[in-house]
């Protein structure tokens, strides 16, 4: 996990770089069990991060701006990598929300619209605590106002998981679709050499 | 250009903010389930004295917020604007990822092609009816692209 932050803070104090895409970490860091569902049934588990890239996002439905813009985002990114890679190295694009007391009864259609192959999911707060833990990212629900209404603070990068299921990397805003292909095939590159070595 | 002519003639002169210019106003479609949207906009004070946006509202919601969303140490986080202040010849931005309009509860999902008629409401008293067309957020859009 020190490696992340290092690596992360480097960041933060060069804000010159603004069009760094995302960040390697130094060292894969393995992903605990967990499970997600939604209300169609569909379930998600740290075995689905198996075989294939996988991005996991958290957020939540009440989302006017940063959600929808990074679902967007990502829906193009991927969509460039897969111009890069092989089929099979295209990555599984997975929504988290992190509020299911408001979210869980409709989260599957969430994702969805921005790409059909992407799935939404929510969980336990337990379950939603773990895999947010696990990929050192963060959120709060914040304070419900006198309407009851309240606001959620996440995380604004996203994880990529590897096929060998452990976090490699983290995708920064404003995730520029060509440039978060050229990291993502990069990172596949610096993954698959590891692998021969 | 004869129609606004035409519309001003029509309506209370009180009914436009004077010297303020709307351009490129949009509510990017949004999953059928979200129960919130989010507009945006380019404004520009064309007129000589400051002019404060105080409020908005939207037909066919149940509320409409000025919005703000920043990331602080790698969190995005959203908070409440009271007022956005516009200097003489000074132009704000509503983009993805900052200033935003945030419009809760929607009766309807929406659809592309409609329009979301919004209602800027000035510290003057003066408003100003604004028809934000949804459109798709489009492949490829970056911040700052939102005009």
């Not at chain 1, 689905?48 to 990114?77: Q, R, S």
């Not at chain 2, 949207?37 to 520009?44: D, G, P």
């Not at chain 2, 604007?81 to 935003?100: S, W």
């Not at chain 2, 945030?102 to 929406?110: A, D, Q, T, Y």
């Amino acid at each position: 996990m020190k490696h992340l932050l290092a690596a992360v803070s480097l960041l933060l104090a060069a804000p010159a770089a603004a069009q760094v895409q995302g960040v390697m970490l130094d060292e894969p860091i393995a992903m605990p069990t967990f499970a997600f569902t939604n209300e169609l049934g569909e379930d998600f588990t740290e075995r689905d991060l198996m075989d294939n890239w996988t991005i996991v996002m958290f957020g939540f439905l009440t989302c006017p701006d940063v959600c929808p813009f990074t679902l967007g985002n990502l829906e193009a990114a991927v969509s460039e990598t897969g111009m890069r890679v092989s089929p099979d190295n295209v990555p599984n694009v997975v929504f988290i929300s992190v509020d299911p007391d408001r979210d869980a009864e409709q989260v599957s259609e969430y994702a969805k619209f921005f790409h059909p192959d992407f799935e939404s999911f929510t969980g336990e707060r337990e379950q939603i605590d773990t895999l947010v833990e696990a990929t050192d990212s963060f959120y709060r629900l914040m304070r419900p106002d006198h309407t009851g209404y309240y606001e959620v603070q996440h995380s604004s990068s996203v994880s990529v998981i590897a096929p060998d299921g452990t976090l490699r990397a983290k995708l920064q805003p404003p995730f520029d679709p060509g440039l978060t292909a050229e990291f993502l095939a990069r990172l596949q590159i610096s993954y698959r050499r590891e692998l021969t070595q | 250009m004869r129609f606004p002519v035409i519309a001003a003639l029509l309506l209370p002169a009180t009914a436009f903010a004077d010297g303020i210019r709307v351009e490129d106003p949009f509510v990017p479609l949004a999953p059928p389930t979200a129960r919130v949207h989010a507009a945006y906009m380019t404004l520009t004070n064309d007129g000589a004295a400051e002019r404060q946006l105080v409020s908005i509202s939207a037909d066919g919601y149940a509320m409409a917020h000025l919005h703000l969303s920043e990331e602080k140490d790698g969190v995005a986080t959203m908070s409440s604007v009271d007022l956005i202040a516009l200097a003489p010849g000074q132009t704000v931005n509503f983009e993805p990822g900052g200033l935003h309009i945030m419009l809760m509860g929607p009766e309807n999902p929406l659809a592309e092609g409609e329009t979301v008629s919004l209602t800027l409401e000035f510290a003057n008293g003066e408003t100003e009816a604004v028809d934000a067309m949804v459109m798709p957020l489009g492949h490829g859009a970056h911040e700052g692209h939102g005009s």
